[in-house]
Every structure is written in C-alpha cells, then in structure tokens.
C-alpha cells in the first residue's frame, strides 16, 4: 500500500500546471454512451477514476483509444451490455452515470446501487425519482437498480436536494426523451456547464446549466463530438491552501479562478494575497499569519464541501477560532481526528467543527480515509515540524494527478513510498 514520507517545514514557491476536472471527466466520459459514434475527450485528468470510468466503459462494450496521455477517444458503437457490476460501482460511485445514458438510448440500464462511503450515505433516491418522472419503471433487484423504458418522455423534474450526479444523470436521459424536460432547483457546479457543452456539441438542446432551471429539448439521436475538458477548480483550490499553508509563494496556471471564486474570496479573508493576471492563472502569496475565519460549505456557488478538509487543515495554524460548517454531507469530517494527532485542535459538534488556531503542527502518522481528508492531511504534513506518513494514498490518486511530484517540483519535501 503506498503512502507519502513528508518532512514539513518548507515554502512552496514556483507554477504548478492545474489538470482536468475529474468531477467534468467522469459524466463526460459517462456521455459517450448516449452515441454511436466518436466523443474525443482532451485534458482528461491522470487519476485513478477516470481509469476506473474508461474500464466500466469497456465492460460495457465502448472501443476507448488514447492518441496521446489525456485524450480519450470513445465509441459506444457496439455498446451491448447495459449492466455497471457491483466490483466496480463499489470501487467508484459515480459509475451511477452510466444509468441515464444506458436508460436514454437502449431502454435498460442495470447499475448496482453504491454502497455508503466514508463521508456520508449518499443515496440516489432523487436520480431514480428523475427517472421514474421521465416514465421508466425502476426497481431493486439483488442490490441493483434496474431501470426501463421504451422511450423517456419529458416532464418537469424538481430535486428535493440540489445533486450534482443527479442533474447530470437526468440531463443525459433527458436529452433523448420525447419532449421536453425542465429541472429545477439543478446543481449549478461548472461541471454541470461543461457537461451541458458537450451534449450541445453532440446535438442535444440543453439550455440554463449553470442556473437552478435546466430546459432540455429531447432530440432522437445525438452524435460524436470533440470537447476539452475545464480545469479541475478543487485542485486548483488545494495547491492554492498549499501555498497558504506553508508561507509559500505559488502561481498556478491553466486554471479557471471564477469556478473557485468563494474559496478565494475566503482565502483572501484570511491573509492570502491573490492576484490574477488572467482569466487561466492565479498567484497565491501566503499571508504573515493566517487569520481565521468561519466557513460553511454550499452548493455552488457557495463554499464547496470538496475544499472544506483542506480549508480545516489551513485553520488548524491560523490565529484565533473558527467555525466550519459542513452542510451537504452528514459525515464529512474525518480528518478532524487525524489532524488532532497532528497536534491540532479542533471540537466537533454534529456538522460544526470548530477549530482553534495554534502556530505549529507536528507531524505524526496519520491515515487518509477519502479522496479530499487525503488532502488535508498532505496539507497538513508540509506546515508540520517534522516527518508526517500519510496513510492510504490510493485515496487521493483517485482525484489528483502525482500530487507529490508537482509538489516536489515546488520545493516539498515529500516522497512516495511502499511498505
Ligand atoms: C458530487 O457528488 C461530487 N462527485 C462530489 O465530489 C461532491 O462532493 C458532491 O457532488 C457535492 O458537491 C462527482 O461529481 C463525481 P450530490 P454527488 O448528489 O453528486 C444528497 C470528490 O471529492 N443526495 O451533489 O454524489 C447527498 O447524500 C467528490 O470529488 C441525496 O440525498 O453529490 C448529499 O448529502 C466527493 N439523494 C447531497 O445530496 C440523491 O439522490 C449532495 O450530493 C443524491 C444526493
């Protein structure tokens, strides 16, 4: 099992090229199902998901080249099995993608229903409701859903909760229904933008992704299409705390800073000093001291709850108290406690963590338990005095690209290593 050697101490200073969205990657890899013909995806992230996303793919009966390191050309052409298998959906939730388009252009989709995982329940009740309003008959088979149709008819869809995977699932079935679909109170992440992009380019007519009403205008078939995908805004805002973190100096290129404009709005209140040259880079200088200052996590375009480990570790050294509020997910901090080892203080009260700034953490080995509390402690372990092992590592190559080598090039002391 790989883990991280870190030996903290140390000002992170030089550019740091930002990748592409994984949480973009996935439903637009998951998009090419809804064709028969070629979707070229360009500025795919390095990370394990989209691995995993590209073997479901295949599974499925997709032909997926790679011209070059992240592009993805994908053909559903012979797509003949509609069925996403529990090995895989365990490993990786957002297999549930495959639903809406294996539903939308055969009729039948079979996908394993995702367990729980270490943040929190995360159901998909409002996926299945979408579908069932859109006229397929859903049911649970032996732990799978199982949904048909003979041919999806529009309706008007309300989330009773704002769901990122659940406005782009319903959005992909929706594109090949009979009629027209109109979501409301829709995720607004720019995922959900580059998503709707890529099914326009494809023939669909999708209207309104990026506002809480989405107007999809069904068409019987959709085509290939050429996309690039938006640059990942939580790995921009991770190397953004990294330079927060350890008094550092960062610039950080091929990146989009309006996507992550709350994080930097906090950032800012905290002492960060954020420039932005352009419309694809940004340079982060570390503040003297960091201030704290309270946060509560949103929908976009709120704080994001993907930044909220990261934003604690930052806390954790800053000067006074303050109150995180985590509002999407009902088990989202379990980095807390490792951080606590770390010499951290921080007191939980159900959604609220509340965080008591001191000058130093000390490193100690710690234990990642999902993709973003993986951060955190990596986070964490660069402003310690002395060596951090994290733990589990697997978990943030799930969404970051060889995090510890565009960190080394930025002077961390950090290493990967086996045991
Ligand atoms: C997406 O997950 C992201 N994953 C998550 O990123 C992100 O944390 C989350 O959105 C919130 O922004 C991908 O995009 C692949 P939700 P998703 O549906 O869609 C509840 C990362 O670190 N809910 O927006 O699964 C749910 O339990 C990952 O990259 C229902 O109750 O999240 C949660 O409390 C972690 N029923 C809230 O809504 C449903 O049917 C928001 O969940 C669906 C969701």
Redesign the pocket.
Known sequence: MDKFRIIGGRPLEGRIQISGA??SA??CMAAALLTSETVTLHNLPYAR?IITMRRLLEDLGCHILMPELRTLKISGAQVEVFEAPYELVKTM??SV?ALGPLLARFGEARVSLPGGCA??????????AGFEKLGAAVEIEGGDVVARSKRLQGREIYFD??????T?NLMMAAALADGVTVLTNA?R?P?IVDLAELLNKMGARVEGAGRSTIRIEGVNKLGGAEHTIIPDR?ETGTFAVAAAITGGDLELVNCNPQHIAAVLDKLEETGVRIDRPNAFSLRVVAADQTRCSDVTTL??PGF???MQAQYMALMTVGDGVSVITET???NRFMHASELLRMGARIRLNGRQAVVEGNKELSGARVQAS???ASASLVLAGLAARGETIVDRVYHIDR?YEKIEEKLRAVGANIERFRE
Do not use: C
């Open positions: 994984k949480n996935l439903p998901d939730r957002a993608l943040i929190g329940q995360r159901p998909i009740d409002l996926h299945l909760k704002v769901s990122v995977t659940g782009e995720a992440e995922e939580i929908p976009h994001p709850t993907d999407i997910f009902e999902d993709l973003r969404g």
